[in-house]
């Protein structure tokens, strides 16, 4: 693919929900138009998207229409079925690479590619059956977060064991066995942080500011932005970002979020392999967000400068929170983005709010 998509060009878009959406938002404004392949039809992404693919993220004749519809083509969540990718990649370029896809999907996978990057992580053992985990669990000297290796995402499909009785061992590994699983040793970490960054088609990378997230029941509440971490530790957070991308030859946005510890070190926990949901405040906070940021790259456009503008706090809507997105208008320097669900089920992400809390001189 020689210079930048020509306006009016198309990108596809494999995965139909909010991130999705925004990012067909973020083409409209660079004047590109987009397909969106999603089995959902009406899906939040194609509301906006100028045409939507119905059908499976493998389905062979999907696949090629969105191939022969697209200049080039992107995805909006890491479970994309790696050989769906590769078989667009044929036809189609496909940002950011299949295999940043591979190191995501798989948690085991995902450790040994950034352990091998040079970025450090909690300590793990592969676990695949009850003996192996009282075993994992003692090599983790007692204690350890275990999680099925691929399909997990807002916490579901972990067990956090800290100094587990052997009946809440067998009962864990009973409700999570059965498919491979991984033992992480158990961080006593002092806050988590994320940091999205972009890396261009000319091999730039740009990264934002780190956000502070907060976690309820395993869905990201809260991003807090600046981070109260010292520059040191923000910047070895961006150059772990830098290594990850340029060991994936990647092109488009990543978030990597990582664990803080005490001494401010810091431990990568989870690479996301497209806009993030931390990266949210980028939004409201920033001349250049997550989504247009990732369009850019994915056009071969150059990257926006990541600097922010102001201080901010975005926070999720998740289920019923929705129901204040009136109230939450009245206030000032708020920005309000909903995904155009119809339906507020208990734990599904609605929409999302950032508040400006002081600004910053660029
Ligand atoms: P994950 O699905 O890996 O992003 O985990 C969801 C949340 O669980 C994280 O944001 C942490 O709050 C917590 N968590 C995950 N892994 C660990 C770990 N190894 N040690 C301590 N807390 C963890």
């Not at 059908?55 to 969105?66: I, Q, R, S, V």
Request: proline share 6%; aromatic share 4%.
């Amino acid at each position: 693919m020689s210079g930048p998509l020509a306006p009016g060009a198309t990108i596809g878009i494999v995965g139909g929900g909010q991130l999705g959406r925004m990012l067909a938002a973020a083409a409209a404004r660079l004047g590109y138009r987009t397909i969106v392949l999603e089995p959902q039809p009406d899906c939040p992404a194609a509301q906006l998207a100028n045409r939507q693919v119905v059908a499976a993220y493998d389905d062979p004749a999907a696949l090629a229409e969105l191939a022969d519809g697209a200049a080039a083509v992107t995805y909006e969540f890491e479970n994309v079925p790696v050989a769906a990718a590769r078989r667009l990649a044929e036809r189609v370029p496909v940002f950011p690479p299949p295999a940043a896809l591979e190191a995501a999907q798989d948690r085991l996978a995902e450790k040994r590619f950034l352990n091998a990057a040079g970025v450090a992580t909690a300590p793990y053992e592969a676990v695949d059956d009850a003996a192996g985990l009282a075993a994992a669990l003692a090599r983790l000297g007692g204690s350890g977060v275990l999680k099925t290796r691929r399909l997990g995402y807002d916490g579901k499909g972990q067990r956090v064991l800290d100094r587990p009785a052997p009946e809440a061992l067998a009962e864990a590994f009973a409700a999570l066995g059965g498919v491979p699983l991984i033992l992480e040793g158990l961080v006593r970490f002092e806050r988590e942080v994320s940091v999205i960054a972009a890396r261009g088609r000319d091999g730039a990378v740009a990264a934002y500011d780190l956000a502070e997230n907060v976690h309820r029941g395993g869905i990201l509440h809260s991003s807090t932005v600046p981070a109260a971490v010292s520059d040191r530790t923000a910047q070895a957070a961006r150059q772990a970002a830098r290594a990850i991308l340029e060991a994936l030859d990647y092109v488009g946005v990543i978030g990597v979020e990582f664990f803080v510890l005490a001494d401010g070190s810091l431990l990568a926990n989870e690479i996301a392999p497209r806009v993030h949901n931390s990266g949210h405040w980028t939004e409201a906070a920033c001349v250049v967000s997550q989504f247009e940021q990732h369009i850019r790259a994915v056009a071969g456009l150059p990257l926006g400068a990541p600097g922010r503008h102001s201080d901010c706090v975005m926070e999720n809507l998740i289920g019923d929170d929705v129901a204040r997105a009136p109230s939450l208008l009245a206030e000032a320097d708020l920005a309000l983005t909903l995904y155009g669900k119809a339906e507020a089920r208990p734990g599904r992400k609605m929409g999302h709010v950032t508040r400006l809390t002081g600004r910053v001189r660029l």
